[in-house]
């Protein structure tokens, strides 16, 4: 395996997806500041009259515009793919420079989210007001000495403070494990489709015992089998005209769906649980789409969504607490108020975000990298050497 390897290269447009998924997680929480949308998702069974434009947009794959646990399959995908490419694509790699590299990478960001977060609390205090619907009511009052240090470590799961926390407990868990990722994707190339099965029947197994590593840590094994057949990947997307591709991504969207729209189909308990299997399956179809389709590139390269891309981790972490704090500055009946402030606003605060801490905390990891840079371990390089 050498340095020649051209599948090295960073691809554009999947920063650009990356910034999307991080403004569709952004329309997911504003839309659960309507009571009615926060009911339909949180309890149990259809509650919107079937026919209605807020039944098209829940029912229906209309719902990908603000499925927000979708777009976290889409991250976790990526940062399997992202993390896993630039090991394979190298004859050595120092993970002594790496996992204290990607560790202020992580947490940097993360305190300091945790600090804003605590500071839009104060600044708009909240309450268990019922007319502003279970998912405003569910969110924690008051943050506790506790619940911040679990959000600044992630170690024992987040205190809910900032829910979207709740993703980078498993981020940090995949990135401490990266080289077990490697690993299983690199050995028995062959083994392909047995490996995608095993993956699949895992998640599966999270979804029917609740067990969360079940259903999560495995989506980050499929980014990793990505990188490494990326070669075979791309001859095959190649083949593809703008028929294949049109197919290719509604049927990913409706599979990413599945979630919300199996609900208005059956009211099973179980089918609706396993749901989350083929929504992952549509999730890489749209990662796939991304990465190789010229329609889906030439959107994904513009300025605006590689901008998105740029500030999309610096969105993810802000952008909660401020949804919230106008929520409750404006109270019952305020939804599409919040609707038009929070978007501007959390845009603002996110670009401010990165220029203040985000982009600050790179240049910290380059150089707690290069404190700990070392000649790479053999172990791994030879590892891969004699795939």
């Known amino acids: 395996m050498g340095k020649t390897r051209t599948a090295s290269a960073r691809i554009p447009s999947l920063d650009g997806l990356r910034g999307v998924a991080a403004f569709v997680v952004l ?32 029912y229906t794959p209309l719902h990908m515009v603000w499925a927000g646990h979708e777009a976290v399959y889409v991250f976790f995908v990526l940062s399997g793919f992202v993390l896993t490419l630039p090991v394979i694509a190298r004859e050595s ?20 989210a945790v600090v804003l977060g605590i500071g839009f609390v104060f600044l708009a205090p909240r309450d268990d007001s019922a007319g502003l619907g279970p998912w405003l009511r569910d969110r924690p009052v008051d943050p506790t000495l506790w619940g911040t240090l679990k959000d600044m470590t992630l170690v024992a799961g987040p205190s809910r403070l900032i829910s979207p926390l709740w993703s980078l407990q498993w981020e940090i868990l995949f990135s401490l494990l990266l080289p077990a990722y490697i690993l299983f994707a690199v050995r028995q190339r062959r083994m392909l489709p047995i490996k995608l099965t095993v993956i699949l029947l895992v998640v599966a197994a999270g979804c029917i015992t609740g067990q969360q ?21 791309g001859n095959w997307a190649r083949q593809l005209g703008g028929i294949e591709w049109g197919a290719l991504f509604a049927t990913s969207t409706i599979l990413a769906s599945t979630r919300w729209t199996l609900p208005a189909i059956t009211a099973d308990e179980r089918a609706s ?93 380059q150089r707690v990298g290069k404190a700990f840079s070392k000649k790479a371990e053999p172990e791994l390089t030879a590892t891969l050497a004699r795939r």
Not at 42 to 56: A, Q, R, V
Not at 213 to 233: D, N, V
Not at 327 to 348: Q, Y
């Open 27 to 58: 329309i997911s929480h504003i839309m659960l500041t309507f009571p009615a949308f926060a009911i339909a998702v949180y309890e149990t069974g259809t509650t919107l009259t079937p026919g209605t434009w807020d039944w098209w947009i829940t």
């Open 93 to 112: 790699y120092s993970w002594r420079q790496y996992y204290p590299k990607r560790l202020v990478r992580l947490y940097a960001p993360v305190i300091g």
């Open 213 to 233: 590593a079940l259903i999560y840590m495995p989506m980050f094994a499929i980014g990793s089998l990505m990188a490494e057949h990326m070669s075979s990947l």
């Open 273 to 365: 649980s396993l749901a989350t299997v083929p929504a992952l399956v549509g999730c890489v179809g749209i990662v796939v789409t991304a990465a190789y389709c010229p329609a889906a590139k030439n959107i994904l390269n513009t300025r605006l969504a590689q901008w998105l891309g740029l500030v999309s981790f610096s969105l993810y972490l802000t952008h909660e607490p401020i949804v919230i704090a106008l929520a409750f500055f404006f109270g019952p009946g305020g939804s599409w108020l919040v609707a038009l402030t929070a978007i501007p606003t959390s845009l603002a605060v996110g670009w401010l975000f990165f220029l203040a801490v985000e982009r600050p905390s790179h240049r910290l990891a």
